[in-house]
């Protein structure tokens, strides 16, 4: 069974930068997709990036250009950097392993990690 952990949050100025990360057990890391998911106060948890096993990447609108996923699977490893973080960005930052339905649309497996919370503030 997958087991995830994030790390890498905190608090962080408008404009700034954070890489997270997400430690993934299991000897089949490689045959999943990975997702970033973010959830703030009274919102539904929602995608944010996706990478498929072959290494394309999906991502939200509202962070298009400013987050970057990836892979290391030789680490059993997947992160998100974070750049030009908003006031608006500030969640819980959730690691979730998943597959493609089709080659955009991620779908999740019921594994997630603990979570990592952002905050963006002055």
């Known amino acids: 069974q997958v087991q995830l952990v994030e790390s890498g949050g905190g608090l962080v100025q408008p404009g700034g930068s954070l890489r997270l990360s997400c430690a993934a057990s299991?000897?089949?890391?490689?045959?999943?997709?990975m997702g970033w998911y973010r959830q703030a106060p009274g919102k539904q948890r929602e995608l944010v990036a996706g990478?498929?096993?072959?290494?394309?990447?999906n991502y939200a609108d509202s962070v298009k250009g400013r987050f970057t996923i990836s892979r290391d699977n030789a680490k059993n490893t997947v992160y998100l950097q974070m750049n030009s973080l908003k006031p608006e960005d500030t969640a819980v930052y959730y690691c979730?392993?998943?597959?493609?339905?089709?080659?955009?649309?991620?779908?999740?497996?019921?594994?997630w990690g603990q979570g990592t919370q952002v905050t963006v503030s002055s």
């Open positions: 990478i498929s096993s072959g290494g394309n990447t």
């Open positions: 979730n392993a998943g597959f493609y339905l089709t080659y955009s649309d991620y779908r999740p497996y019921d594994y």
């Open positions: 299991g000897s089949i890391f490689s045959r999943y997709a």
